[in-house]
DNA sequence: ATAGTATATAAGCATATGATTATATTGTAT
DNA sequence: ATACAATATAATCATATGCTTATATACTAT
């Protein structure tokens, strides 16, 4: 049951707009939270608490950079969440469907 | 956005266990509803449910036989639910996982 | 028509979830 | 040390979710 469980629980975070459309933006580049913040219409502690879910279940790296924490993609080692990403739009294309730009170079 | 808020839904769809372990039973042959009840721990209603929800997005085949409804997957045009199914356990091992035996042909 | 079995729907409830605002923490720069 | 920017945590809240029990519907068989 383990199996199953598991991946019933890394497949309910995937399960949610906000959080999938990260996934979808983290696939070609890592982002910082303050840019997540700039491009989706969430607030910035509501970003700070998808990204410690995703991070929690191994999903994303985190790196701090300076007063910046970057995240992205780990999924080398998860088959099927890494198909099911193959499946949805890249950085670019998902920036589209928002109708949002690549954020400036730093925030604020 | 809608392609990912579609992609979404159907993933939350996946991300519960019980439904899960359902998709899983559904790989290798149909089941009907009573079946499902003899092998998981859910009352029949609940059962019900979660295969009204299954059918609703498209995911499952509803076929009546007499007194039985018998459900069956319908993912060949979702192929990113496809891949993480083909990721997860049959029709035997799951029943395995569950500790059950393929329940007896007709129910009661 | 009646009884019995299989399934669906309705109603209720406890818990989970995603969001917000307020506040704390961490790091940078002066 | 102080001020400011980026991020995290805490507290709160409204809604969604998964389950149960009770009841309705559909089909079969006598």
Redesign the pocket.
């Known amino acids: 049951m383990d199996q199953i469980m598991d991946a019933a629980e890394k497949l309910?975070?995937l399960?949610?707009?906000?959080?999938l459309t990260i996934l979808c933006l983290l696939k070609d580049r890592e982002w910082?939270?303050?840019?997540?913040?700039e491009v989706l219409?969430?607030?910035?502690?509501?970003?700070?608490?998808?990204?410690?879910?995703l991070?929690s279940h191994g999903i994303v790296n985190?790196a701090?950079?300076?007063?910046?924490?970057?995240y992205s993609l780990r999924v080398q080692d998860k088959p099927y969440i890494q198909s099911v990403l193959e499946y949805m739009p890249g950085t670019t294309d998902t920036l589209s469907l928002l109708n949002k730009k690549e954020p400036g170079q730093?925030?604020?």
């Open positions: 309910k975070l399960g949610d707009k906000t959080r910082c939270v303050c840019e997540l913040v219409s969430i607030s910035q502690p509501g970003i700070s608490q998808h990204m410690r879910k991070k985190e701090r950079r300076g007063q910046w924490v970057y730093i925030c604020k």
